[in-house]
Structure formats: C-alpha cells, structure tokens
C-alpha cells in the first residue's frame, strides 16, 4: 500500500489527498467498503485470506435497507439480474400449518425490494465493480500495529503494508479486533447451530413466490427460493457448541426434518453431504468502541449478531457506505473514523440485541412455550410485526455531504 509512486494499490484510482486505506477481508462487508471508496475516489486495497473464491455457499435476505446500500453503490441492477425476488413470507408448523403469511403486496410493499441471492454470486458482482489487483488473494493478517509517526501498519504472512487507514472487516473472530480491543469479549455462543445448503431438487418442489420458515420444538427449517429453480435452505436447532453428526450432516438433518411438511424431505433427499455447511451460532458482545484512530471495524468483525433477523450482510452493506462517505467528506481520517463509531454502533447494537430476543423465541422447545409462540404468531397481523421492523428497514444512504454541515447521514 506503501508505495514509492505515491498511488494506492494496483489498479486504484484515487483523488489526491484522499487517505489510503487497506480493507482486511474480502467478504460481503469488506468488498463493499471497497468499492463504495472506490466510487468515491478514495485509494483501496483489501487483503484475503482465502486463496480461491468459494463457489460453495448459502444463501442471503436482503432486505431493503441493504438493497438501498447497493443502490448507493451502484449495484442495484447487477443484484436484481441475479437475485429472486422476495414472494409471499410464510410461518409454518411442521405440519404444514400456516401460522403467518405475508404478500408481497403488504406493508414490505411499500418499504422496497427483498431479494435473495446466492452468496457467492453477491460477492462476485462486488469483486466485479472493483479494479484488477484490488483484492490481494491468499494474504492472511496476523495484526495491525502502528508506525512510528502514529500511522497503521497491518501484518500479514507476506510481509508488512502501511497505510492511511485501516478497516477490519474480516468477521466473526476478526483479528484486527484482537489487535485493536485486545480487552473486549470475544463471540458468545447462541446455544443453537445452524445448517445452510443450496440445493437443486429435481422437479421443483418449491413455489418460486413463498419463501419462509418453519418453527417446531427448539428446531426451525427455513426455505428460501433463488434464481433458476435452485433453493436455500437452512436449518437450526439446539445442540451444544462443538457438536458433530458422526454419520455426517445430511444424516442429522433427515433425522430431524425427514418427516416435516412438503418440500423439507425432497429438498433434504436432494442436498448433497459436501454441500452443507454447519456452524454455530454466535454473536458479539457490544464492543466499547468501533474505531480508534485510524482503525476500525465493520461488518461481523464489529457487531456479529445471530441470523434471526438476516440482517449481519444487510449491517455491513450500511457500514461500508457510510464509512466511504465519511471517509471521503472529512479531511481528517480520525475524525472521519470517530463520526463512524457514533453512527454505527448505537444503530448495530440495537440490532444484535433484538436478533438475539427473536432467536431465543423462535429456538424455544418447551411444548407450553412452543404452543403460545404459535398462538402469537396467529393472532398478530404481520403487518403490525413489519411496522416494528421500520426502524430498521428505512434506512437510507448518506447523501454527500455539503461542505461544512454536520453528520454523513444515515439514519436509524
Ligand atoms: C446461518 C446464517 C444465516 C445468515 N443469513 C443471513 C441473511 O439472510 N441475511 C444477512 O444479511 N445476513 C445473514 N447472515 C449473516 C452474514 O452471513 C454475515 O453477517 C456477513 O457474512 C458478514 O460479512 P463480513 O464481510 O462482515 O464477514 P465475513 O463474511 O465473515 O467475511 C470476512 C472475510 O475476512 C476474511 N478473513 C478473516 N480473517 C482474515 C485474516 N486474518 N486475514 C485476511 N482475511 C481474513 C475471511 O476469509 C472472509 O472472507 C447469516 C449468517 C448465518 C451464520
């Protein structure tokens, strides 16, 4: 990043004066802080420690406050080519009892898109809108520490890179975290794992225009309809961290789905074993501080939070935009990085808690607990449980900001 021609890393084009900054990891978070500096004219490279784009994967919600931070950014059409748009949201019993429907048509109406896509391909149409040699591949980071004259300096394996700023956008057990909270609490463990597959069953069982989730005794399947017939779906259920089929995954799950409603067998029968991805559930403790400065954190590396709500890409798609328009409005990077913190970290915080609230509810077992869950779940009008998303789902973007007035924008 360091360079001795003064330009960013290869390929960038960036404003004179503008900081340089180096994005460590190259997920959904890290990739779209890139190329929302990009857009923006500020130098950035972004380090990865995969050596191989995976084309494996699950699928992603978004909902629309993480549509408008693609939008912002220039993506809105790549995304709705590859993505299905959200149908009829359902709640089902493992009957097949409809607890709750939602149409598209409904309150979500008018609040904008929901799409799903594949994760793979999201990431791609990102790497996409980026200059070639942008995202380094196969660079593992090991720390940042700080120069002599109070710059970042991010180790990796390769070697050492300085630049104006640093963004640690490398997930859940994110060491730029490590390096810039050594003190601050690591993820706690949810108490319930997840499975996530695509799968592509022969002879379509699933209507294209519902998608949803099933909720039985401490165990939830949740089908999600992508582009060209192919499915995501995932699963959760109480387990104790650490756990493992011993007989493989796709064993464990028929054990625990086979004999639920029309389409969990066919989809299970189709899914293949290398196909399914299992991980526990976490989320982060709230962090005293986002940024310090030059550094900061975004994406799960900042505010991880259980998929309850799928909102953990739809809050790192918000973070990068903002912190690119901060970033290159404010002339003084720490103040730019400051203005992130307060921004971002009230707005992720009430986030994680709430996804955590709604994770307890839908993991509960007990059958007088499960019995009242459903009765709720019933008797509530999904348009009253879509008015208390809002604050979450009205979002908007930051417009630039006019010389000399106050925040980027955003708002809760
Ligand atoms: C079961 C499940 C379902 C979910 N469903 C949804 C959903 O529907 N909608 C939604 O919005 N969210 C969902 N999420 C959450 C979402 O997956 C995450 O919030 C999102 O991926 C976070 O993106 P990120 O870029 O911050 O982190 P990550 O996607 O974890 O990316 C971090 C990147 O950093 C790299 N990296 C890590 N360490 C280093 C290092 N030391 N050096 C260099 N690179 C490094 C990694 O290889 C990785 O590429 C779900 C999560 C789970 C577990």
Request: charged fraction near 25%.
């Given at each position: 990043m360091d360079r001795a021609d003064g330009t960013g890393p290869a390929g960038t084009t960036g404003r004179p004066g503008r900081p340089r900054?180096?994005?460590?990891?190259?997920?959904?978070?890290?990739?779209?802080?890139?190329?929302?500096?990009?857009?923006?004219?500020?130098?950035?490279?972004?380090?990865?420690?995969?050596?191989?784009?995976?084309?494996?994967?699950?699928?992603?919600?978004?909902?629309?406050?993480?549509?408008?931070?693609?939008?912002?950014?220039?993506?809105?059409?790549?995304?709705?080519?590859?993505?299905?748009?959200?149908?009829?949201?359902?709640?089902?019993?493992?009957?097949?009892?409809?607890?709750?429907?939602?149409?598209?048509?409904?309150?979500?109406?008018?609040?904008?898109?929901?799409?799903?896509?594949?994760?793979?391909?999201?990431?791609?149409?990102?790497?996409?809108?980026?200059?070639?040699?942008?995202?380094?591949?196969?660079?593992?980071?090991?720390?940042?520490?700080?120069?002599?004259?109070?710059?970042?300096?991010?180790?990796t394996d390769a070697g050492e890179e300085t630049a104006d700023v640093v963004i640690g956008a490398d997930g859940l057990r994110s060491t730029v975290r490590d390096s810039l909270l050594p003190a601050s609490r690591g993820p706690r463990y949810a108490g319930y794992t997840a499975w996530r597959m695509i799968v592509e069953a022969p002879g379509n069982p699933v209507d294209p225009r519902e998608a949803g989730e099933t909720m039985g005794r401490g165990e939830r399947f949740g089908v999600v309809p992508l582009r060209d017939g192919r499915v995501y779906a995932f699963a959760t259920a109480r387990a104790l961290e650490g756990d493992r089929s011993p007989d493989g995954e796709r064993a464990e799950l028929l054990r625990r789905f086979g004999r639920w409603h029309a389409p969990v067998p066919r989809l299970l029968a189709a899914a293949r074993e290398k196909a399914i991805l299992r991980h526990d559930i976490?989320?982060?403790?709230?962090?005293?501080?986002?940024?310090?400065?030059?550094?900061?954190?975004?994406?799960?590396?900042?505010?991880?939070?259980?998929?309850?709500?799928?909102?953990?890409?739809?809050?790192?798609?918000?973070?990068?935009?903002?912190?690119a328009a901060l970033l290159a409005d404010r002339p003084d990077p720490e103040e730019a990085l400051a203005a992130y913190d307060a921004e971002r970290r009230p707005r992720t915080r009430r986030v994680v808690a709430r996804s955590r609230r709604a994770g307890r509810v839908a993991q509960w077992h007990r059958p007088a607990a499960v019995g009242l869950r459903e009765t709720l779940l019933r008797?509530?009008?999904?348009?009253?449980?879509?008015?208390?998303?809002?604050?979450?789902?009205?979002?908007?973007?930051?417009?630039?900001?006019?010389?000399g007035s106050g925040r980027a924008g955003g708002n809760e």
């Amino acid at each position: 990043m360091d360079r001795a021609d003064g330009t960013g890393p290869a390929g960038t084009t960036g404003r004179p004066g503008r900081p340089r900054v180096m994005v460590v990891g190259g997920g959904v978070g890290g990739l779209a802080t890139a190329v929302a500096l990009h857009a923006r004219g500020v130098p950035v490279g972004v380090l990865e420690r995969s050596a191989a784009e995976s084309g494996a994967g699950s699928g992603l919600t978004l909902w629309p406050n993480g549509v408008r931070a693609l939008e912002a950014i220039g993506l809105g059409p790549a995304v709705r080519e590859h993505s299905l748009p959200g149908g009829t949201a359902v709640i089902r019993t493992p009957s097949g009892r409809y607890l709750s429907r939602l149409d598209p048509g409904g309150a979500l109406g008018d609040r904008g898109a929901v799409v799903a896509v594949h994760r793979a391909e999201l990431t791609g149409i990102l790497r996409a809108a980026l200059p070639a040699g942008t995202v380094r591949a196969g660079v593992t980071v090991t720390g940042v520490r700080r120069d002599g004259r109070g710059r970042p300096v991010v180790v990796t394996d390769a070697g050492e890179e300085t630049a104006d700023v640093v963004i640690g956008a490398d997930g859940l057990r994110s060491t730029v975290r490590d390096s810039l909270l050594p003190a601050s609490r690591g993820p706690r463990y949810a108490g319930y794992t997840a499975w996530r597959m695509i799968v592509e069953a022969p002879g379509n069982p699933v209507d294209p225009r519902e998608a949803g989730e099933t909720m039985g005794r401490g165990e939830r399947f949740g089908v999600v309809p992508l582009r060209d017939g192919r499915v995501y779906a995932f699963a959760t259920a109480r387990a104790l961290e650490g756990d493992r089929s011993p007989d493989g995954e796709r064993a464990e799950l028929l054990r625990r789905f086979g004999r639920w409603h029309a389409p969990v067998p066919r989809l299970l029968a189709a899914a293949r074993e290398k196909a399914i991805l299992r991980h526990d559930i976490h989320d982060l403790p709230p962090l005293p501080r986002l940024a310090r400065g030059r550094v900061a954190l975004l994406g799960d590396a900042a505010h991880a939070m259980t998929p309850n709500l799928g909102q953990g890409a739809n809050q790192a798609l918000e973070d990068a935009v903002v912190i690119a328009a901060l970033l290159a409005d404010r002339p003084d990077p720490e103040e730019a990085l400051a203005a992130y913190d307060a921004e971002r970290r009230p707005r992720t915080r009430r986030v994680v808690a709430r996804s955590r609230r709604a994770g307890r509810v839908a993991q509960w077992h007990r059958p007088a607990a499960v019995g009242l869950r459903e009765t709720l779940l019933r008797l509530t009008p999904p348009s009253l449980a879509l008015r208390a998303m809002a604050p979450i789902l009205d979002w908007t973007p930051p417009t630039p900001r006019p010389t000399g007035s106050g925040r980027a924008g955003g708002n809760e």
